[in-house]
């Protein structure tokens, strides 16, 4: 029996087995070290067959053909079963602290038996050092970490990858299991050897400059999260033994610090280039640049800072010749366009004319989304088919995009240049001494 030694975002374990074991541990070699002083090491493992051991179970947890038993022996100590396709690869049997810890094999699906149970001490033993293993996606650019977050099937890997394929200089840190931890006040995000289906063991490590929960929608629509919110979106993703009171104190610390610390962003979104583009300007460009700033954003969400920093890089893409599609908030544009359940699809504007919804920065202050009313010369007047009265000014050079489809909440794109809908907005205009009552009824109408 050998022992050898790796180093995960600068904690040391050691491994102890014969050579077959580490025939299996490929993707250890990238953090491999020389002989430690056991006083420096977190953990040791041991792994070597035998019988199974006489314990009684705590917690059972099941994912896609695997069950991981938890539970403990008649002397306290912590145990935890592997099972894959109801087949039992081993038992880790851990001291309380987790500094010990033997992986007794029973030859069926050796591989996974010792990454889990080392990915298991591994949590287990370094959180109450400021450290947590997340479930998550990792990339950098520029020497900066992002990290992806969700459920699995939300598209942490394709997100990802979509930054790979479309963000310059972006490469791939950690595809499943990456490291973060709060060292001298800093946030790191490391590589380590664990990273699911996309092999990428790379002993590398970046101070962490973003966290993205993702969800799938019929939109891309990217905003920062606070307080609770971030420390909800962290604490599904963070591995850990959470009914351990010594453990979930380690956690929690270090959760809240990371929900302070680190800006933390919801993305909502489809997996397409103008995501990425989306995600990628909100959370990676100096989002201090627009901080001061204090623009309305009529048409779109209330958090005034977020959503200049969506609809600039939205005005971005599309000046690049990107499709983007954006939710809208408000009642400016009823009842063409339900705001809070309805997006709008934006292109580069060619030729503007009296008609096109388009976005426009107006009044020297505020982007909307609003009708052409008006064009003479230059200026250019809009105005809001759900608006009784007011209107708003600005030049043919700021309609930054024109509005081509309105999507629906059940994500069914509708044109908005039809001659039906040209028909219908023309005698909506000449309806503007009645709007008051036509749009009560509408709500009205709609409430029901």
């Not at 030859?107 to 591994?122: E, R, S």
């Not at 840190?173 to 990273?195: E, Q």
Request: charged share 20%; proline share 3%; hydrophobic share 40%.
């Amino acid at each position: 029996m050998m022992t050898k030694y790796y180093k995960v975002a600068e904690h040391v374990f050691g491994v102890s087995g014969e050579a077959e074991v580490f025939a299996l541990m490929a993707n250890y070699e990238a953090f491999a070290v020389g002989h430690q002083d056991a006083s420096e090491t977190v953990f040791v493992l041991t792994v070597e067959s035998g019988d199974a051991p006489a314990y009684s179970e705590e917690l059972r947890q099941e994912e896609e053909g695997q069950d991981i038993i938890c539970g403990k022996t008649a002397d306290g100590r912590p145990v935890f079963e592997y099972r894959w396709w109801n087949e039992t690869a081993g038992w880790l049997v851990s001291a309380a602290d987790y500094r010990e810890g033997r992986l007794i094999l029973t030859g069926q699906h050796t591989k996974m038996a010792i990454d889990n149970a080392l990915m298991v001490l591994y949590a287990l033993a370094t959180a109450a050092d400021d450290t947590v293993l997340f479930h998550a996606a990792v990339v950098s650019h520029k020497g900066v970490g992002y990290m992806f977050l969700g459920p699995r099937g939300t598209g942490k890997s394709t997100d990802a990858r979509l930054w790979l394929q479309h963000i310059a200089g972006t490469e791939l840190v950690n595809d499943d299991n990456p490291v973060v931890r709060l060292t001298d006040g800093v946030f790191s995000v490391y590589g380590s050897p664990w990273s699911g289906k996309t092999p990428c063991y790379r002993n590398v490590s970046h101070p962490l400059g973003g966290i993205v929960l993702l969800s799938q929608a019929p939109y891309n629509k990217i905003e920062r999260l606070g307080g609770l919110q971030a420390y909800a979106a962290l604490v599904q993703s963070i591995s850990g033994k959470r009914w351990d009171e010594r453990i979930a104190d380690g956690l929690h610390q270090t959760e809240n610090a990371l929900a302070t610390k680190v800006p933390v962003w919801h993305l909502a979104c489809l997996p397409d280039e103008a995501a990425a583009k989306l995600c990628f300007g909100a959370i990676a460009q100096k989002s201090e640049e627009l901080s001061h700033r204090s623009h309305g954003s009529h048409g779109f969400s209330s958090r005034a800072t977020n959503d200049e920093l969506i609809i600039e890089e939205a005005v971005r893409l599309v000046s690049e010749g990107v499709c983007v599609t954006l939710p809208v908030d408000g009642q400016s544009m009823l009842p063409f366009i339900i705001g809070g359940k309805e997006s709008v699809i934006l292109q580069k504007p060619e030729q503007p004319t009296v008609g096109d919804v388009v976005l426009a920065w107006v009044n020297g202050c505020r982007y909307v989304v609003h009708r052409i009313i008006r064009i003479e010369g230059e200026a250019v007047t809009l105005m809001g088919d759900g608006n009784l009265s007011g209107t708003e000014q600005c030049t043919l050079g700021d309609i930054k995009a024109i509005v081509t489809h309105v999507v629906d909440a059940k994500g069914k794109r509708h044109a908005i240049d039809t001659s039906w809908r040209r028909w219908a907005a023309r005698l909506w205009w000449q309806l503007r001494p009645m709007r008051r009552y036509l749009l009560y009824a509408y709500r009205l109408v709609k409430s029901e």
